[in-house]
């Protein structure tokens, strides 16, 4: 008999599963394993001791609490930490920890920011992107996006004080489980995070982004925007030829209408494709729309992934023209933020390590790509 995963399902639907397949009608039961579950991080029944032992026994034969195995993790000098997770069909993903240089009174660190995925693979194919080469396998579950912090946190010791939706993946596209995770999360019964502290990343799905402002979850959204005209976008992120910016943009609006969430646009600067002065401007007008602010990303090759096309032409563009860019918006009074690069000694790109462990061991038996890149989280 197959058991019932309970990690990831709501109050109401552990209610649910009580009642059908425990024979159980006592709500506060359910309320019981909730807490046991999400607030104490329960991995197995036998910790639940203030269940009635028949109550006990049934959930041992009938339910069971999901866990990832760490198959990998790398270290940065920079305190960055990168982990590769074995799910139970055998596929891959990753999350990597990224901690802040602020350290508070008790010499601490102020902020632990956790980047989750939420699809093995993705389908978006954005050409400066290593995950869109892995093409997507499916979506992660509601527990497996879950337990991508739960694991973590047992494996580091560290509470995670920040979340990002910015690993594999496109959020938007694992809906359900994205919003089911988020609801859990920040619930303040579980007390795992303030809404304030999570964002969710997407390319820019505006029928999702709608539907999202509209859940009453209060967390952040951030825009992969990278482009100012359709033309460029639509080569960088195919996505753009369905989505196109305006629509995007739309979306963003009823986005701020109703949560009133000032809204972030990620832009990555490529040598001579979108770090001209016309660029900055047009960026400008897009970031004014509704309070936002902009995190502009230095570019790290992604040339581990053999890219052809526009893909393969891609380069960072140069100091100079990264500088005048930030000037420029700064002086049409945009809110910037440069995204500094964390764990660059460790592969830390997304994508990266489960690309290397698809591709398998090179001659000296190691799973590793050829060219060490980034991942920067502001």
């Known amino acids: 008999m197959q058991k019932t995963e309970l990690l990831g399902l709501s109050l109401e639907e552990l209610k649910v599963v009580l009642a059908e397949k425990l024979e159980s009608n006592q709500s506060y039961r359910a309320k019981q394993i909730y807490t046991w579950l999400y607030a104490k991080r329960a991995t197995s029944f036998r910790q639940m001791t203030n269940l009635p032992k028949e109550l006990l026994d049934k959930l041992v034969a009938k339910c069971s609490i999901g866990r990832l195995k760490i198959a990998h993790e790398s270290t940065s000098v920079d305190g960055t930490k990168k982990f590769l997770f074995h799910l139970q069909d055998g596929l891959s993903i990753e999350t990597v920890l990224i901690p802040s240089e602020m350290r508070n009174e008790q010499g601490e660190l102020r902020r632990r920011t956790l980047c989750v995925s939420t699809q093995v693979g993705c389908p978006l194919d954005c ?15 509601t527990a497996e996006i879950l337990l991508q912090i739960f694991e973590v946190e047992r494996h580091t010791g560290e509470t995670i004080t920040n ?7 496109e959020p938007m596209l694992n809906y359900e489980n994205v919003v089911a995770s988020l609801r859990i999360i920040t ?3 579980v007390n795992l995070l303030n809404k304030r502290r999570v964002t969710v990343s997407t390319s820019g799905l505006p029928e999702a982004i709608r539907r999202f402002a509209h859940e009453g979850l209060h967390v952040k959204l951030a825009i992969s925007l990278h482009a100012t005209t359709d033309d460029l976008r639509t080569q960088l992120m195919p996505i753009n030829k369905r989505y196109p910016i305006a629509d995007i943009l739309s979306s963003v609006d009823e986005f701020y209408r109703e949560t009133k969430i000032p809204i972030t646009y990620e832009y990555i600067l490529f040598e001579g494709l979108n770090d001209s002065l016309a660029d900055a401007k047009r960026l400008s007008r897009i970031a004014k729309r509704v309070p936002s602010k902009v995190n502009v990303i230095p570019f790290h090759p992604i040339d581990f992934t053999h890219p052809t096309g526009i893909a393969a032409t891609l380069k960072p563009t140069t100091e100079e023209a990264f500088d005048q860019f930030l000037a420029t918006l700064k002086s049409l009074g945009v809110l910037v933020m ?3 690069s964390s764990g660059k000694d460790i ?7 489960a690309l290397a462990e698809a591709m398998g ?8 790509p050829t060219v060490p890149t980034l991942i920067s989280i502001a």
């Open 127 to 141: 050409k400066f992107c290593a995950t869109g080469t892995l093409k997507l396998k499916r979506n992660l579950t």
């Open 361 to 368: 061991p090179g001659d000296d038996g190691v799973v590793s």
């Open 338 to 340: 440069v995204r500094t």
């Open 187 to 189: 619930d303040p019964e």
């Open 163 to 169: 979340l990002v939706y910015m690993g594999m993946g």
């Open 347 to 353: 592969e830390a790109a997304c994508g990266q390590l």
